[in-house]
């Protein structure tokens, strides 16, 4: 399994960012399972952002960010997608993708992660 992230880069506070992470494995099921975004800033523990199974039809989101990021799916792409609106400088992270089973998510410890793409807000 593969988790490839894109979409990071610098944006103003009160903009508006978007994440990709595709998933590609030789075989598709592992594909199904939540997809979802952690975050890393300096100095702090990786904390869970948001998450959306097979289908993008439910999706979790941490305190946060919920009502101002959006996590979306396309099943066929085997891509999810991160909506960042109304961003604020601490929102400055490392992003991660990652795919697991829903209870590995919760715990941040899902069985895949891609690789970190940096988002920075500037005041």
């Known amino acids: 399994v593969q988790l490839q992230a894109s979409g990071g880069g610098l944006v103003q506070a009160g903009g508006s960012l978007r994440l990709s992470c595709s998933c590609t494995v030789s075989g598709r099921p592992f594909c199904d399972s939540v997809m979802g975004w952690f975050r890393q800033a300096p100095g702090k523990e990786r904390e869970f952002v948001a998450a959306a199974n097979w289908n993008g039809g439910t999706t979790y989101y941490s305190d946060s960010v919920k009502g101002r990021f959006t996590i979306s799916r396309d099943y066929a792409k085997n891509t999810v997608y991160l909506e960042m609106n109304s961003v604020k400088p601490d929102d400055t992270a490392v992003y991660y993708c990652?795919?697991?089973?829903?209870?590995?998510?919760?715990?941040?410890?899902?069985?895949?992660w891609g690789q970190g793409t940096q988002v920075t807000v500037s005041s």
């Open positions: 990652a795919l697991g089973a829903l209870s590995r998510i919760r715990t941040g410890t899902p069985q895949y």
